[in-house]
């Protein structure tokens, strides 16, 4: 704890040193300027498996809040998502220094950024709103989180590259479409394209949607289960 926001700044810096040595070195890859690749997905990924293991505890951590004061239960998971954005900034601010550095300079379609990442926090506050609602009745969901994370590390394309004949697997999938849309905007110099963008935001959204449907349904007999 003495180190504080570092650790946002640690995290993805040390994944990024043992993956750039795994596939630079141990198993040699063809991406160049490895480092910013990989960091393209790490730090969308972060934010996502940190937001989502975090909100999906949210309400049975704050259960005496809960209980005590009378506000809406939702904001509870959307706090602690919202509160997670303050790690993604910190590393994309890091991202951004490795890119500089890296030879990609200052684009005109960085303004793709903020919309990109406002998809991807969309997507999360869905999620969360849902996984949040279930976890009161069914306490094991937490740990089935931690096991899809695992499994999402190595679903998203995050050390390798998109294979083509999944291509539209991936963008149907809001973290590997924010990761390719990263991409596109800090390694590619273009702006991400339109298909993407529209899967992106219909995902997201559905995901928002459905997610509030869900704890809107359940949050009634949240006081008797907390």
């Keep these: 704890m003495s180190l504080g926001v570092?650790?946002?700044?640690?995290?993805?810096?040390?994944m990024m040193g043992v993956l750039t040595f795994?596939?630079?070195?141990?198993?040699p890859s063809n991406i160049a300027?490895?480092?910013?690749?990989?960091?393209?997905?790490l730090v969308p990924f972060?934010?996502?498996?940190?937001?989502?293991?975090?909100?999906?505890?949210?309400?049975?951590?704050?259960?005496g809040v809960i209980k005590r004061v009378p506000i809406p239960r939702?904001?509870?998971?959307?706090?602690?998502?919202?509160?997670?954005?303050?790690h993604l900034l910190i590393q994309m601010a890091v991202l951004f220094v490795f890119s500089l550095s890296f030879g990609y300079?200052?684009?005109?379609?960085?303004?793709?950024?903020?919309?990109?990442?406002?998809?991807?926090?969309?997507?999360?506050?869905?999620l969360v709103l849902a996984c949040c609602a279930i976890d009161v009745y069914v306490r094991d969901l937490r740990y089935v989180v931690e096991s899809a994370n695992i499994v999402l590390f190595y679903l998203v394309p995050i050390f390798y590259r998109e294979q083509p004949q999944y291509a539209s697997l991936y963008d149907w999938n809001p973290i590997a479409a924010v990761v390719h849309a990263l991409r596109?905007?800090?390694?590619?110099?273009t702006p991400p394209p339109a298909t993407?963008?529209?899967?992106?935001?219909?995902?997201?959204?559905?995901v928002l949607v459905a997610g509030w449907m869900i704890f809107r349904a359940l949050h009634r007999r949240f006081y008797d289960h907390l």
């Design 46 to 63: 972060n934010f996502f498996s940190l937001a989502w293991s975090s909100g999906t505890n949210s309400l049975v951590e704050n259960a």
């Design 184 to 189: 596109k905007i800090l390694i590619e110099n």
């Design 22 to 27: 795994v596939f630079t070195r141990v198993f």
């Design 33 to 41: 300027k490895f480092p910013v690749y990989v960091l393209c997905g």
């Design 105 to 126: 300079p200052m684009n005109l379609h960085w303004v793709w950024l903020p919309v990109v990442l406002g998809f991807e926090v969309v997507f999360v506050v869905g």
């Design 196 to 206: 993407l963008m529209v899967k992106l935001s219909c995902g997201s959204t559905i």
């Design 6 to 14: 570092l650790w946002s700044v640690l995290n993805p810096l040390i």
């Design 74 to 86: 939702e904001v509870v998971p959307v706090a602690t998502v919202f509160s997670n954005c303050l």
